[in-house]
């Protein structure tokens, strides 16, 4: 059972413009939620996290908004840059342990 | 100066071989963990460790035992290999809560 969900497998944007990732999640004891970046043939890192208590979380060009209600949150990359072109996923944890569920992961590819 | 290393990168073997993938990571982090990444590109956690201690064992063969000698380290022994095995294994290491820094990973071909 899949608690964190990613819909949509790809998506392509042209260069300067938005980027917007999506992700969804069923369990409402959720409180803290990061996105990762993976490029082929290494590990995901770290891009950005937003605690529950938020629902806006901003670095640079990244932002996260959180959407309790809707147990939604999205990623927003503005301008999209070509070296942005990597797998994004999500994944969401409680307070109550040390495991993070991760989305199946949106593959982005910006168009020069 | 890798943060999270992983060795080896690639593994090819065959159905009924056991075989180990190491991991360190010299962050001075708390907890350490083993995710499976398989044909379908979904990452589950396999494994978490906490200062030496398994803390999370998902629902995973017996077959498949993490040993952690110390806290920068936490190795994967898989005994009796099946071709369900082959996917990317990630090792992964955090303090507490927070981000997790991931290593390379490991590409396991059983044939």
């Known amino acids: 059972d899949q608690q964190v969900k990613q819909n949509s497998p790809s998506l392509s944007v042209q260069e300067g413009r938005i980027s917007i990732l999506n992700c969804d999640y069923t369990?409402?004891?959720?409180?803290?939620f990061l996105w990762y970046k993976k490029y082929p043939a290494e590990g995901p890192t770290f891009l950005i996290s937003i605690s529950s208590i938020k629902d806006k979380n901003e670095d640079g060009r990244f932002t996260v908004f959180l959407n309790k209600s809707a147990k939604h949150l999205s990623l927003h990359i503005v301008p999209s840059q070509p070296g942005d072109s990597a797998v994004y996923f999500c994944?969401?944890?409680?307070?109550?342990?040390?495991?993070?569920?991760f989305g199946t992961g949106t593959s982005l590819t910006v168009i020069p | 100066d890798t943060a999270v290393s992983q060795t080896p990168k690639y593994l090819v073997t065959q159905m009924g071989n056991d075989k180990s993938i190491k991991c360190e990571q010299n962050?001075?982090?708390?907890?350490m963990y083993w995710y499976k990444q398989d044909s379908k590109k979904f990452l589950k956690i396999m494994f978490s460790y906490n200062n030496k201690e398994l803390i999370i064992n998902e629902t995973v063969p017996n077959r498949f035992s993490p040993k952690s000698p110390d806290k920068a380290h936490l190795n994967l022994h898989i005994n009796s290999l099946e071709l369900g095995d082959s996917a990317v294994y990630f090792c992964?290491?955090?303090?507490?809560?927070?981000?997790?820094?991931f290593g390379p990973g490991t590409r396991l071909t059983v044939t």
């Open positions: 369990n409402s004891m959720f409180d803290y």
């Open positions: 962050l001075g982090h708390d907890t």
């Open positions: 994944a969401a944890s409680t307070n109550t342990g040390n495991q993070f569920y």
């Open positions: 992964a290491s955090s303090q507490s809560r927070a981000e997790q820094y």
